[in-house]
């Protein structure tokens, strides 16, 4: 298994465009995380999806923040308008389960660095 | 809301000994919580998890405990090789949720 892929590895926008980010889960995985890191706020947990549906969402920023998953294959997270704030590294995880009664970790991606000039 | 806390300051080891890295949270006590390795550059991969009714977890050269009482895990790498350096992260479920949340890690940097 390849892991989960994400892409582009580096992204470098203007402010103001649309950026698009993209992932493909680990095959038989049900849930779908994003996840933002940088060094002030660590690790913070932005939406998840169950079954390719968005369950919580609360940690999208702001509206100008969506995300999709049209398939079990391929999830997106595009930002609209980009802003110099919103740089950071973007790393999409899956995972097989995250009830208590059935706990699994996480295999993330290797992240895609989005710096917004 | 559920605060987790790794000290922030890099932990600096000879090779051989055993490193200990800490990881407190407050106000309730999760169900499990899971520890990560992150490298410079990559993204974080699961080490071991451990339920609140274990106190002790072992793999290969890692052991992890639990204390419910103290809100503490202790992450226990033995016998330290300088390919062990990076940063760990513990996480645990926000309280009422699934959802996981990170610590902000520390840096473990094992030298010859």
């Known amino acids: 298994d390849a892991g989960v892929i994400q892409s582009p590895r580096h992204e470098v926008t203007e402010m103001g465009q649309e950026v698009t980010l993209r992932c493909k889960p680990i095959s038989g995985h049900d849930y779908l995380f994003w996840y933002r890191q940088t060094m002030m706020r660590g690790l913070e947990l932005l939406i998840y999806f169950n079954n390719n549906v968005p369950i919580d969402d609360s940690g999208m920023p702001e509206d100008r923040f969506s995300a999709k998953m049209p398939n079990a294959s391929f999830s997106t997270l595009k930002i609209q308008p980009s802003e110099p704030r919103d740089s950071a590294v973007y790393f999409c995880?899956?995972?097989?389960?995250?009830?208590?009664?059935?706990?699994?970790?996480?295999?993330f991606g290797s992240g895609t660095r989005l710096t917004v000039v | 809301s559920q605060k987790i806390e790794q000290n922030s300051e890099a932990l600096n080891i000879q090779e051989g000994k055993t490193a200990t890295l800490t990881c407190n949270y407050t106000n309730y006590s999760p169900a499990y919580l899971q520890w990560y390795r992150q490298d410079p550059g990559r993204g974080p991969v699961f080490l071991l998890l451990?339920?609140?009714?274990?106190k002790e977890k072992r793999k290969e050269r890692l052991k992890v405990t639990f204390d419910t009482t103290l809100k503490q895990s202790l992450f226990h790498i033995t016998a330290s090789q300088p390919a062990d350096s990076a940063t760990y992260l513990c996480?645990?479920?926000?309280?009422?949720?699934?959802?996981?949340?990170f610590g902000t890690g520390t840096r473990l940097q094992v030298f010859p």
């Open positions: 996480a645990l479920p926000s309280y009422n949720t699934d959802k996981l949340i």
């Open positions: 451990i339920r609140e009714n274990e």
């Open positions: 995880a899956s995972s097989l389960g995250i009830a208590q009664t059935e706990i699994y970790g996480y295999t």
